[in-house]
């Protein structure tokens, strides 16, 4: 038999079928509320309305629906509270603060829109994150670019390892951008060298 390259093995077939129809599946799942915006009870704060350089995306899609998931957190397991869907409109600066120990955490999907404020013990509680977490030492800004579609929104509690150690729902916006690091996957660039923090 010759061989042809555009011919596909039946289990690469099969393994596409399945997800595609992961895909599928995803796209229908129901959100808790209309249009590309979801939210958990007990939440505190609002959403920020559309910042400078972002546009809401109102429209639900299987993007949003992924992207929502992803950033909306359980009570006790951080992550996002209330969340609504943004496209960037021209290029925005975003801020983040990590591990310095670890590089690739340079690159994580938790940042905000205005540069991170001490002391540390404050920054972690108003971003719901456990010392186990990240020491939050060092800090670096990035830039996103048109057409790059973000979660922002209030901040889920945290239950810690610590015993406890426990980290209430916050007031403070959060922007969650979809970097994976191990998957090879990062939409920030323009990032500013390490700098000690804080």
Same mark, same amino acid.
């Given at each position: 038999m010759k061989f042809d390259p555009t011919r596909r093995s039946r289990p690469a077939a099969i393994q596409s079928l399945f997800v595609l129809i992961g895909l599928a599946v995803a796209a229908c799942a129901p959100l808790p509320t209309t249009g590309a915006a979801a939210s958990n009870d007990g939440c505190a704060g609002e959403v920020i309305s559309a910042p400078p350089g972002f546009a809401e995306v109102t429209e639900q899609s299987a993007e949003t629906v992924m992207l929502l998931k992803a950033a909306i957190g359980e009570p006790g397991k951080g992550g996002l509270c209330n969340a609504k869907v943004f496209s960037a409109q021209r290029t925005v600066t975003v801020f983040r603060v990590y591990n310095h120990a670890v590089p690739a955490t340079k690159y994580g999907s938790w940042w905000s829109l205005s540069p991170p404020k001490g002391p540390r013990d404050k920054y972690a509680r108003d971003n719901d994150v456990c010392p186990e977490w990240s020491p939050l030492d060092a800090s670096t800004s990035c830039v996103v670019r048109s057409g790059t579609i973000v979660v922002m929104g209030t901040g889920q509690s945290a239950v810690c390892a610590s015993p406890g150690t426990s980290l209430p729902?916050?007031?403070?916006?959060? !922007?969650?951008?979809?970097?994976?690091?191990? /998957?090879?996957?990062?939409? !920030?660039?323009?990032?500013?060298?390490?700098? /000690?923090?804080?």
């Open positions: 729902v916050s007031l403070a916006n959060q !922007v969650y951008i979809p970097n994976d690091v191990r /998957a090879n996957r990062v939409v !920030v660039e323009d990032c500013t060298a390490d700098a /000690a923090w804080p």
